[in-house]
């Protein structure tokens, strides 16, 4: 994780590189979004960029999740940047929009990264979740 994003609290998630909106909170966490889409240099975009911060110091760690729009990542692009991908998550059936997710535990920033398959379109990679163990 980007160590400015890694270091963000409540207090200054205004000075991020992305401008995030508060969208919803409960007693222990703000959940942000950033609207606008980021273009890659490939003509891909990353959308629905969440970020979860907790409210208090030590809490938990910031989780940041985003799409991938445009060009299609397989799960044999992921693994040749994160060969120790594993599969952390299924689906089970119950809903269409379930997803298979494949996680790169603990690199050296102590970040864990997974990556998910929706099971419409299961070759594709549709979202990236990235926290922090603390």
């Known amino acids: 994780m980007n160590p400015v994003v890694k270091k963000l609290t409540v207090d200054d998630v ?20 950033v609207r606008e889409k980021v273009k890659l ?15 208090s110091s030590g809490g938990m760690a910031p989780f940041l999740r985003f799409s991938l729009n445009g060009r299609c990542f397989t799960l044999s692009d992921v693994k ?13 059936g119950d809903s269409e929009n379930e997803t298979t997710s494949y996680t790169s535990f ?29």
């Open 41 to 55: 240099e490939d003509a891909s975009t990353i959308t629905d960029i969440e970020l979860r911060l907790s409210k």
């Open 14 to 33: 205004n000075r991020a590189p992305l401008a995030f909106k508060l969208i919803n909170q409960n007693e222990y966490i703000n959940l942000y979004q």
């Open 106 to 134: 603990s690199d050296m920033d102590k970040n864990e990264i997974t990556f998910s398959f929706n099971q419409k379109k299961p070759i594709c990679l549709t979202n990236v979740t990235i926290t922090t163990i603390q």
């Open 80 to 92: 040749k940047h994160y060969h120790d991908a594993k599969l952390s998550n299924y689906p089970r």
